[in-house]
């Protein structure tokens, strides 16, 4: 491989962070002697073809959320017949919709929380509080809502819902948040994230200083086994290849471990988790980028 389109931007919520991304991807990209092509992509589909044509040898894809990681653009990609990073057609579509994933990771003997898709009118009256309500189909914790007991909870309409007239309703589960990096269906790490105040929410997770990452995690041998061997598991039930990320609550009181989602395409920002657990297993940054980009290619 000698020319390497780097897909970045997009048009999802989580365009600022893309960038950022497709710009770590590009540098390391350079540094090992690639020719790099950074694209911003945007809503114009024919524009976006005509940039890729003719083919390059391989696209990086740095995209995040929707039409990014949902099996959109893999389809595109596929249809034109270059080979693309991060997972296919429908390991991208089945992971970015929450409730398609969990049905899979339950069929697969995996604890996830209990949970609904509701209407956004219904929200409220699914369960008692403590419960979290997210979008179907979004990523990095976008328009996550944790509902806790007592609170005035904020009905979801059109102005305070921007994401369609479902909402997912999942148990509020309490203890520690820890994930997982996966890559070519090998677990690398387990690692811990501590926020200093709140959640693991969007501006948290792409601020400095907002949060601790402990890797290894400090928890029982045991319960960081099963991480990684739960982790390997959703990978591969979902049919995903590459690099993906595993995230989990992990209940003290009851010792439950329970799976929250597989990210399909996460973050490659400096504050980004797949590269710090990756560096932690031997493997920099450099050596991640062309790891995915060795991996590239088309499922059909």
């Known amino acids: 491989m000698n020319r390497i389109a780097v897909l970045m931007g997009g048009v999802s919520a989580e365009r600022e962070v ?10 390391a990209l350079a540094t090992l002697g ?17 940039r890729l044509t003719p083919a390059p040898d391989a ?24 080979p693309y990073t991060h997972s296919g057609i429908r390991a991208s579509a089945l992971a970015m919709d929450k409730a398609a994933s969990k049905a899979v990771f339950r069929t ?26 997210k979008p179907v189909a979004e990523g990095s914790s976008v328009g996550i809502i944790i509902v806790e007991e007592g609170s005035n909870a904020v009905p979801l309409t059109a102005e305070t819902w921007p994401f369609g007239t479902k909402a997912l309703v999942e148990r509020y589960i309490p203890g ?15 690692l811990e994230i501590r926020p200093y105040q709140g959640f693991y929410d969007y501006d948290t997770k792409y601020t400095e200083e907002r949060a ?18 739960i982790a390997e598991r959703a990978h591969m039930a979902l049919g995903c290849r590459s690099v993906t990320r595993a995230d989990f609550r992990y209940d ?26 990756a560096a932690y297993a031997g493997i920099d940054f450099p050596s991640l980028v062309q790891l995915m980009t060795e991996a590239a290619r088309c499922d059909f």
């Open 59 to 82: 696209a990086f894809n740095a995209l995040h959320g929707r039409f990014g990681e949902d099996g959109c653009i893999q389809g595109l990609l596929e249809l034109m017949g270059i």
């Open 18 to 27: 893309s960038l950022v991304t497709g710009q770590a991807v590009c540098e």
């Open 252 to 277: 003290e009181q009851d010792g439950g471990l329970y799976l929250l989602e597989v990210n399909t395409q996460p973050g490659l920002t400096p504050l980004s988790l797949v590269p710090e657990i």
């Open 34 to 50: 690639y020719c790099v092509d950074p694209i911003d992509v945007g809503a114009d589909v024919a524009a976006l073809a005509a």
């Open 176 to 190: 520690r948040e820890l994930t997982v990096a996966v890559n070519d269906d090998r677990a690398l790490g387990v």
């Open 108 to 133: 697969a003997g995996i604890s996830v929380p209990e949970g609904a898709v509701v209407s956004c009118e219904d929200a409220h009256d699914t369960m008692p509080a403590p419960y979290v309500i």
């Open 212 to 229: 601790d990452h402990l890797i290894p995690a400090p928890v029982d041998d045991e319960v960081a086994a099963q991480a990684l061997d």
